[in-house]
């Protein structure tokens, strides 16, 4: 697609808004209207808006590698990270199912530490609502990019720090115009309150921002408004240009189908040089090699991950929305046990089958203490969008739930007479336990006739 779309593609609003950015930048008389370098006459790749993968899309890998033979989903790795992106990752993630009698024992302690491998982080977020308590009202909020270290002092916790909204407060879970809300929400929007994004404290902030460089980001946002996939909700920022944050729904027929993974971006001051930066609210659970708890995503069209040269981010071609669907498409895929490099010519055949639908058990899992983590903390300005999708799809996840806890593999089509058995009986165990926590949240938020779906304490 040509970076000159016009800006009749965007909805009146954000055009309006477009053209009167456009006009302060014509008139701008500190600022060559020739700039050496200037993106204004290059052809950009156009994704496909069916939010899967296309030619335009390149492959992943992950940032990191193993000479562990027998490396599984809960092994540590050791490997010196590169530091593009500010943060350097030291993998100690934990994906081992709950133990004891209540898998949903917290120990705020633990909060704030990394732990050894195989022991998951707990998370206050994950605690059954009481029976008077509303949906939450409280938002995402970062401020400076967390190490990831084995060492992390108490104030760069692996979750995600959070404040309470400031845009608006949340509706009553059983709110009527909470559906007509979500369903009406623009998969692109200008909004204004940057305050609580990951990379607020970084780009231009209070300087003004070159006039290519402006328009360069103009054409990528008439790129996204114009194309983006059903699946991937992104706000830009209108006094920071530089700042964007998506949403993505999960795949379906993988591990990660029905979910909400909220991704907070930042154009660089030297953009389209460099690639975006990206960072993943994680909630302090690791759900896929490329997806670090620190928030670290790696991704060869990142920079992240020294891949081929094909993969690799090509200035003038490259764009973010490019970005967005590669992570939803290659990333967020069917295998992701494949996704650690080594691990689909290590593991073949029968055994490499088995180890993939181990990691996909344990990611569901993960998913599902995400989906969790969203609903009770949806990032600012998707509120309404959060509320609707999980109200809406409540009856989807619940009924996979069920189907996996009486075998059914991750990912597979639960409508199907055909569909493939074998699920591992702790995993089994694991998912009943699960079904309880999220029959509550869901119903707090609006959904209803969901108690069908609960387990008694006898069969779990």
């Given at each position: ?17 477009l053209?009167q ?8 008389a ?31 890998s ?58 998951e ?150 953009y ?33 991950w020294s ?57 569901f ?15 600012k ?18 009924a ?27 995993f ?33």
């Amino acid at each position: 697609m040509a970076s000159s779309a016009s800006g009749e593609a965007l909805n009146p609003s954000v055009s309006l808004k477009l053209k009167q950015k456009e006009g302060a930048l014509d008139s701008d008389a500190k600022y060559s209207a020739s700039v050496v370098g200037s993106e204004d006459d290059t052809d950009l790749l156009k994704s496909s808006t069916s939010g899967s993968t296309n030619a335009n899309v390149v492959k992943t890998s992950n940032c990191f590698s193993s000479n562990d033979d027998d490396m599984s989903m809960d092994d540590e790795d050791n490997d010196d990270d590169d530091d593009d992106n500010d943060y350097d990752c030291d993998d100690n993630d934990g994906f081992l199912y709950d133990d004891g009698d209540d898998c949903m024992t917290l120990q705020s302690q633990f909060d704030n530490v990394d732990l050894p491998p195989g022991v998951e982080a707990t998370l206050p977020w994950l605690n059954d609502p009481s029976p008077s308590e509303k949906p939450s009202t409280k938002t995402l909020a970062i401020s400076d990019p967390p190490p990831c270290s084995s060492t992390v002092p108490s104030e760069a916790s692996s979750t995600v720090p959070f404040e309470a909204s400031s845009s608006k407060e949340l509706a009553d879970g059983n709110d009527d115009s909470i559906m007509p809300k979500s369903q009406q929400f623009k998969k692109f929007d200008m909004v204004e309150d940057f305050s609580d994004h990951h990379f607020s404290r970084m780009g231009f902030s209070d300087e003004q921002a070159p006039r290519y460089w402006a328009k360069r980001i103009q054409d990528e946002w008439k790129i996204l408004e114009k194309d983006l996939p059903d699946t991937i909700f992104v706000r830009v920022y209108e006094a920071r240009m530089e700042l964007l944050r998506g949403v993505i729904i999960g795949p379906p027929g993988t591990p990660y189908h029905d979910g909400l993974f909220v991704f907070d971006c930042l154009f660089p001051t030297n953009y389209p040089k460099s690639p975006p930066m990206v960072y993943y609210y994680s909630g302090g659970l690791r759900l896929n090699p490329n997806l670090y708890e620190c928030g670290k995503v790696c991704l060869s069209l990142l920079g992240t991950w020294s891949g081929k040269q094909n993969e690799n981010w090509v200035a003038g071609q490259s764009t973010m929305l490019q970005v967005l669907v590669s992570i939803q498409a290659l990333i967020l895929n069917a295998e992701p046990f494949f996704n650690e490099p080594g691990h689909e010519s290590s593991y073949v055949g029968a055994e490499g089958q088995r180890q993939s639908r181990k990691y996909n058990e344990d990611t569901f899992i993960l998913s599902l203490k995400t989906m969790i983590y969203t609903l009770r903390r949806p990032p600012k300005y998707f509120e309404d969008f959060v509320l609707g999708h999980f109200r809406e799809r409540a009856h989807n996840i619940l009924a996979a739930c069920k189907a996996y806890s009486e075998g059914t593999l991750v990912g597979s089509d639960i409508t199907s007479q055909n569909a493939e058995k074998g699920g591992s009986a702790q995993f089994k165990a694991s998912v009943a336990k699960m079904m309880n926590t999220l029959v509550t949240h869901f119903t707090r938020n609006g959904s209803t006739n969901c108690e069908k779906f609960r387990v008694e304490a006898s069969h779990i």
